[in-house]
């Protein structure tokens, strides 16, 4: 018998609504887990969860492009505005 866990990809995005306007974004990541609460563990664990709430979208149909993430650093990282935004471009024109 396979006990095996079956992993996929999850985004996380981190924000803190006590902050003001504009700066209530913490950062977002990708993560392989087994499910959106172990995605959150993750995160933790590699110490890419800056805390606040969190939201979760997965999991992600990411197998035909995760080999070009990995490749560009846009996995398992916490990222900023900025890189969310190159790596969006990135994917896109892939």
Same mark, same amino acid.
């Not at 996380?12 to 993560?31: E, H, M, T, W």
């Not at 590699?46 to 992600?60: A, H, T």
């Not at 990995?70 to 024109?93: I, P, Q, T």
């Given at each position: 018998?396979?006990?095996?866990?079956?992993?996929?990809?999850?985004? +996380?995005?981190?924000?803190? %609504?006590?902050?003001?306007?504009? /700066?209530?974004? #913490?950062?977002?990541?990708?993560?392989?887990? &087994?499910?959106?609460?172990?995605?959150?563990?993750?995160?933790?664990? +590699?110490?890419?969860?800056? %805390?606040?709430?969190?939201?979760? /979208?997965?999991? #992600?149909?990411?197998?035909?492009?995760?080999? &070009?993430?990995?490749?560009?650093?846009?996995?398992?990282?916490?990222?900023?505005?900025?890189?969310?935004?190159?790596?969006?471009?990135?994917?896109?024109? #892939?």
């Amino acid at each position: 018998m396979d006990n095996e866990v079956k992993e996929d990809f999850y985004w +996380l995005s981190f924000a803190d %609504g006590a902050l003001p306007k504009g /700066r209530q974004f #913490l950062g977002a990541c990708i993560v392989r887990a &087994a499910s959106n609460l172990d995605a959150v563990r993750v995160a933790h664990r +590699l110490g890419i969860n800056p %805390g606040g709430e969190v939201q979760i /979208r997965g999991p #992600l149909d990411l197998s035909d492009k995760m080999d &070009a993430l990995v490749r560009s650093g846009y996995f398992e990282r916490l990222m900023n505005k900025e890189v969310c935004a190159e790596m969006e471009k990135k994917l896109d024109d #892939l």
